[in-house]
């Protein structure tokens, strides 16, 4: 069974959300303080946010429809003792499908988030195991009452957590949990320290600005239970794979130029034409030239470039983008005052 929490209006801002709050005791208004969260990050809620509450704990969720069948669902989701939100998204889709038996006509209309539920359900905390993408995502089953935090491998998408005496919150951002009770608003000065003083060791890579926040590290997976209890474990590290070996350069090329292409596409599923911020790098001129390969061969939508030109600071950079802009017949190159704008 599948169900979602009722929406109110949309606001404004760009990039999803997630948050929640689990009670270790009694007395707290916990729809009014999932509500202030969700406040706090409005901006990453462009398209509307949920609220799910029940005794003892409440999650929500801050929409972004980035992909296109994101509109066609509500978060957090429901799903037997589960109750779920993520904020991510699937890069290998087909191949998830196939996973899951699904023909690949019935699921083209199939959310992330409905995709990434069940992969959830299907392997737990090994998901990760069997989804290509990146993510936060929040399961709380609801039976045993335990929560369960997982961010992507390689920290796209952020998370961070709060551990007062009588409650446990987590966020997309870590100014949403300041002045929850319990959480203070105080910075941590050994932060401070190590952005000042190039000398200062950092030996906490989840602490944050603020001193009672902390932050979920990419490949890690947080364990809450009811009584407070708190399992924090690392379920990948990066490491060297065996070496591919190539006849030659051009297989080498041709190879990774697979890769890239795949990587770009995916980025390139969009509800609405995607934008390109033209840097003059090699990076962005790359994507490009990706996408423009990608157009022709499989009819994927160009994304528009977008750049902000300076002819007589960086002449032969603006002189670039320019040339490479110019591939696309409604690329957007704003000049500083005094030059042409095209």
Do not use: K
Request: aromatic residues 8%; hydrophobic residues 45%.
């Amino acid at each position: 069974m599948l169900a979602s929490a009722a929406c109110p209006a949309a606001g404004t801002g760009w990039m999803a959300a997630i948050g929640g709050l689990l009670a270790l005791d009694d007395g707290f208004d916990l729809r009014a303080l999932a509500a202030g969260i969700g406040q706090r990050m409005a901006h990453r809620a462009p398209d509307g946010s949920c609220l799910h509450v029940e005794p003892g704990f409440a999650m929500l969720h801050g929409a972004l429809h980035a992909t296109p069948e994101s509109a066609s669902l509500a978060q957090p989701l429901v799903l037997g003792d589960w109750v779920i939100a993520v904020d991510g998204r699937i890069d290998d889709r087909p191949g998830l499908l196939h996973a899951f038996g699904i023909a690949h006509a019935d699921g083209t209309h199939m959310p992330d988030a409905l995709l990434f539920a069940r992969a959830w359900q299907s392997w737990g905390e090994d998901f990760w195991r069997h989804v290509t993408g990146d993510f936060a995502l929040a399961a709380w089953h609801r039976r045993d009452r335990v929560l369960h935090l997982v961010r992507d491998r390689v920290g796209v998408r952020p998370l961070y957590f709060a551990h007062a005496h009588r409650l446990f919150a987590f966020a997309s951002e870590q100014e949403a949990l300041a002045g929850l009770p319990g959480v203070s608003t105080d910075f941590d000065d050994d932060r401070i320290a190590y952005y000042l003083a190039p000398a200062f060791v950092d030996d906490d890579p989840g602490a944050t600005w603020l001193r009672d926040v902390r932050r979920l590290q990419p490949g890690e997976c947080l364990r809450v239970d009811a009584g407070g209890g708190v399992a924090l474990s690392r379920y990948w590290r990066m490491a060297p794979l065996e070496s591919l070996r190539f006849r030659d350069a051009g297989e080498a090329a041709h190879a990774f130029r697979d890769v890239f292409d795949a990587a770009v596409a995916c980025r390139l599923r969009s509800p609405a034409r995607t934008g390109l911020m033209l840097s003059g790098g090699i990076d962005s001129a790359s994507i490009l030239a990706a996408s423009l390969r990608l157009s022709r061969r499989d009819g994927i939508a160009l994304p528009r470039p977008v750049s902000i030109l300076d002819d007589a600071l960086h002449p032969g950079e603006a002189a670039n983008i320019t040339a490479v802009a110019g591939q696309v017949d409604d690329a957007l190159c704003i000049r500083f005052p005094g030059h042409a704008s095209t």
